[in-house]
């Protein structure tokens, strides 16, 4: 019976270490036979986990700028118990660049439903925000990138918020100069200013998917094993499956690819 289907490097792992053997067949396939006892039953026969896949888009056929998508986002993923994300691999699939970037465009409307839902911005929540920095750096910046653009009065008004911050923050009139002509120190004054930081994580930040999984994780059941589960977290995941089969449409996912296919990895 086989356990997984594992890729060319996973295999060599086992093989160097003495913890695997080859084995072929007349059809030229190969597998590895572990010698040692795995955890748990592998997977089922006839399961998605152990299907030979080729290394094409699920969603156009296509074989260029091949790109690993994660169906449920990783921004939730990894908050996740481990029992779930340990082995997220089913919901690891092939797209290529074209179809990856048309379905993110959809994905991002639903991260958008869940700020609602989860009551948390996609940005996380407990940002310390530097006003003063901010209209520095946007000054300078706007100096540097477009001032053959600005007119003189506003390229003045610009000028004037950036030295008022520059004397303000720094030390002395030596940082500003260092030696430099006016023109150097201005340069320099106006690039330390593009740089500036103006928001920074506070000692409450709370990341977006963090939070939403500690709240889907809320409600805990136990099932025939006695073994936690998470009701709501399982709906989440399959809210995502649901998602991307409904708005990308895949033509070359396997059918054995399902929505309610195994969550957990016991």
């Known amino acids: 019976m086989f356990l997984h289907t594992y890729d060319r490097k996973k295999a060599q792992w086992y093989l160097k270490r003495d913890l695997a053997k080859l084995l072929e067949n007349?059809?030229?396939?190969?597998?590895?036979q572990l010698l040692f006892d795995a955890k748990?039953?592998?997977?089922r026969e006839g399961d998605y986990m152990i299907e030979d896949r080729k290394n094409i888009c699920v969603g156009c056929g296509g074989d260029q700028q091949l790109t690993l998508h994660h169906v449920v986002p990783e921004m939730y993923r990894q908050w996740m118990p481990l029992v779930i994300k340990s082995k997220s691999s089913r919901d690891l699939l092939l797209l290529c660049k074209h179809c990856h970037?048309?379905?993110?465009?959809?994905?991002?409307?639903?991260k958008k439903d869940c700020v609602k839902r989860f009551g948390i911005p996609l940005e996380g929540e407990g940002w310390i925000y530097l006003p003063e920095h901010r209209r520095a750096k946007k000054a300078a910046n706007a100096l540097i990138r477009s001032s053959d653009k600005i007119p003189l009065h506003r390229q003045k008004e610009l000028t004037e918020t950036i030295l008022n911050f520059w004397q303000k923050e720094k030390i002395s009139e030596s940082e500003k100069s260092?030696?430099?002509?006016?023109?150097?120190?201005?340069?320099?004054?106006?690039?330390?200013?593009?740089?500036?930081?103006?928001?920074?994580?506070?000692?409450d930040f709370v990341e977006h998917g963090k939070k939403a999984i500690q709240i889907l994780t809320e409600r805990t059941e136990y099932n025939d094993k006695n073994q936690e589960i998470w009701p709501d977290l399982e709906a989440f995941i399959k809210e995502w499956r649901q998602h991307f089969l409904d708005y990308l449409q895949p033509k070359y996912l396997s059918e054995l690819w399902t929505i309610e296919g195994d969550i957990y990895t016991r």
Do not use: M
């Not at 748990?40 to 997977?43: E, I, K, Q, S």
């Open 26 to 32: 007349k059809n030229g396939g190969r597998a590895i």
């Open 40 to 43: 748990g039953n592998g997977h």
């Open 101 to 110: 970037d048309a379905y993110e465009q959809k994905a991002i409307q639903l």
């Open 178 to 203: 260092d030696g430099n002509t006016k023109e150097e120190a201005w340069k320099n004054i106006l690039q330390s200013c593009s740089e500036l930081v103006d928001h920074y994580k506070g000692p």
